[in-house]
Each structure stands twice: as C-alpha cells, then as structure tokens.
C-alpha cells in the first residue's frame, strides 16, 4: 500500500517558520530564563537564554528576531520549524505537527 504523500502549503510553512521563538521553546516544555548579564554587541533585540528541557538538559541560545544559535553546539539557523528540528531530532513533517500543536495551544490560551 503507497504511502501518503504530506503535504503542506508554502503560506503555512511561511507562518510555522515565523513563529515567537521564547513561546515555542515553552510549548515544547522547556523552562526558559532569559540571561540579564547579556548585553548584545550589536543587536539590541538580541537576547541569550537558557533553555532547559524537562530532563534537565540545557541549551545556551541566542536569539534575534526568529534567527537563533545554539553556542553550546554551534549551529544557528532561522526559524522555528528548524530550532524543533534541532532541540528534538524529529522530522521535518514532526515539527510541522508540533508546531501547529503549540500554536493551537497558545490560541486556546488566549482566549480564556
């Protein structure tokens, strides 16, 4: 039996992508604390965080806009399709999943 083809669009893929990187490590279930001895050299919406998973592991992350770097294993891409992809090691078509999961949450958040 073929396997079903996964599809998306490009329009939500685009939206996905552009998500707030601070509420998607939250959704993902990592405590996140903001570094206040960071001072940014040229950016000034540049930010480092700490991202810590619920197994204790930490990520040292700096983030700008939707661009992000990870410097305890130096990679950085953009967007949050790619940082799940990073933090989890899931597919591609999982961090869709993921992703659309998290935003659904934050909707629901919003309107209670």
Do not use: Y
């Not at 939250?26 to 919406?45: A, W």
């Not at 950085?76 to 799940?84: C, E, N, P, Q, S």
């Not at 999943?97 to 629901?108: F, Q």
Request: aromatic content about 8%; overall charge positive.
């Amino acid at each position: 039996m073929p396997r079903e083809k996964f599809q998306i669009s490009r329009e939500k893929i685009a939206f996905l992508k552009a998500m707030p990187l601070i509420p998607v490590l939250e959704g993902l279930h990592f405590f996140v604390k903001k570094d206040r001895d960071f001072h940014p050299t040229g950016n000034l919406k540049t930010i480092r965080v700490i991202a810590s998973e619920p197994s204790g592991f930490q990520h040292e992350l700096v983030i700008t806009d939707s661009l992000w770097f990870d410097t305890r294993k130096q990679v950085g891409k953009k967007g949050a399709i790619d940082l799940v992809i990073h933090l989890t090691g899931c597919t591609f078509k999982e961090a869709i999943e993921r992703l659309t999961e998290i935003h659904v949450s934050i909707v629901e958040k919003n309107n209670e």
